[in-house]
């Protein structure tokens, strides 16, 4: 069983998010799947980063999408993206100065902001957006 499994309660509906969303799953269960393989740093660290970098184009879309359409809690929400972003960028930073931090905690870690995010905070904007036009 996959550490973190999707299921139709994290759709938003809409479309491009949702398959954004599935592959942010995607890339924490690989991570996952790498560290319990006991994977070296240098392709934990590629994972990593590429995880990271998709985080932030995630992010950027969701952005646009709130913003083109003057969604009313954009600045809430962009705020805890920024915080998630801050995180994973100093996790980043402590993994290229050596410090071993992709760990189970990180994991729990992970799968805990993603599904509290999409569920608690992305879940908000899908039927206003659906009510642009947005699907
Ligand atoms: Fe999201
Ligand atoms: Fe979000």
Redesign the pocket.
């Known amino acids: 069983m996959a550490f973190l499994s999707w299921s139709d309660q994290y759709l938003v509906h809409i479309a491009e998010i949702d398959t954004q969303h599935k592959k942010l799953f995607d890339m924490v269960n690989e991570m996952h799947d790498s560290m319990r393989a006991g994977k070296g740093n240098e392709v934990m660290g590629k994972i990593l980063k590429g995880l990271t970098d998709y985080v932030k184009t995630?992010?950027a879309t969701?952005?646009r999408l709130m913003s083109v359409n003057n969604y009313p809690d954009l600045a809430k929400?962009k705020q805890?993206?920024d915080k998630l972003t801050q995180a994973a960028l100093a996790l980043y930073n402590d993994f290229v100065a050596g410090k071993p931090v992709v760990t189970f905690e990180l994991m729990t870690f992970l799968k805990k902001w993603l599904s509290d995010?999409?569920m608690g905070?992305?879940k908000k904007?899908g039927p206003f957006l659906n009510s642009k036009g947005i699907k």
């Open positions: 995630h992010f969701e952005e929400h805890e993206h995010h999409i905070t992305d904007y």
